[in-house]
């Protein structure tokens, strides 16, 4: 490789969108280039990269170890120039663009809908895209700058330290256990954990990361028994439902519960955790607006 500089932004958008559609022919269609064109710029770029971006395939392309490289640093750069845009739209024509709001699952219920009904009555002209996704994952598509702000929790296990992602604190939420309705205990307002630990857990620990499920069974003087792997939740509440073990339940979700479940308090051996907002170094005012709304309906 020569010379400094020498990838220009339509190239590595042309790259960004060979390797999502996996096809020269698809990206030129999707481009309005013609494949004979996508061929030569990609040959182009794949010079100046000093060897090859994409393999090809009898049917298609995929990108090589130097392609997959350079696609992750083009995945960055038009992230922050699409920032850059949406920032300077909103400094000079006041609330517009559009804002890219992660969160995971659970948010989702009440919390963050909630928010965005009300950002969206206050600022119509701003268009609103929700990504869902664990919490470690939206830090990191923030920290490559593809959100504007993100909803995120230290469950089930700690988050990592973002030195540029800046954190807001939006609620301190308990978990409950949620029982099938004929369970033995379902009839209690309070459990004591110590009473669950013959019980199957459903939940989908991360691999290698102490949980807080682990954390409160231990400090109940107990392991909890090998849990059944389930992420979704609409699934973990089926598990339940069928009597094939029971699992915890954020006070933020309680309104996604089934009727045929019911949600019980483990008092003061409760796992708790505590709900943040994430935002980039140089945040945009609508996300800094989002965020308060956020903070409005958490308290709520």
């Known amino acids: 490789m020569q010379g400094r500089n020498v ?12 390797a999502r559609t996996g096809s020269f022919t698809a990206a030129a269609a999707r481009l309005s280039y013609t494949q004979s064109a996508v061929s030569r710029r990609i040959a182009a770029l794949e010079h100046r990269a000093g060897g090859p971006l994409f393999e090809r395939l009898p049917r298609g392309v995929r990108l090589t170890p130097a392609g997959e490289a350079l696609h992750h640093h083009a995945q960055v750069v038009l992230n922050r120039l699409t920032r850059a845009e ?3 739209a909103g400094i000079h024509g006041g609330y517009r663009g559009r804002l890219r709001v992660g969160a995971f699952a659970t948010a989702n219920v009440v919390l963050v809908p909630g928010a965005l009904r009300e950002f969206r009555e ?9 990504i869902e996704g664990p919490s470690r994952s939206l830090l990191r598509r923030m920290r490559e700058g593809g959100l504007d702000v993100a909803v995120v929790s230290d469950y089930p296990s ?42 199957t857990w459903i939940e989908a620990p991360p691999p290698g990361r102490a949980t807080a499920l682990a954390a409160a069974c231990a400090r109940a003087g107990f392991t909890p028994r090998a849990s059944v792997r389930i ?3 609409t699934g973990k509440f089926g598990f339940v439902a069928a ?6 339940v954020p006070a933020i979700a309680a309104h996604a519960v089934p009727p045929d479940l019911v949600l019980r308090s483990l008092g003061e051996l409760a796992p708790r955790r505590t709900v943040y907002a994430a935002l980039p170094p140089v945040p945009l005012p609508a996300a800094r607006t989002l965020v308060r709304l956020l903070a409005v309906q958490a308290r709520q």
């Open 231 to 233: 992420s979704e939740w």
């Open 122 to 130: 206050e600022f119509p002209e701003v268009e609103l895209v929700p």
């Open 243 to 248: 009597g094939l073990g029971i699992t915890l």
């Open 7 to 18: 990838f220009d932004i339509e190239g590595l958008r042309l790259l960004d969108t060979v």
């Open 86 to 88: 949406e920032e300077l």
């Open 158 to 199: 700690e988050l990592p330290r973002e030195e540029e992602v800046e954190m807001v604190e939006l609620a301190d939420d308990e978990l409950f256990v949620a029982l099938r309705r004929d369970h033995r205990l379902a009839g209690e307002e309070i459990i004591d954990l110590r009473e669950l630990r013959e019980e």
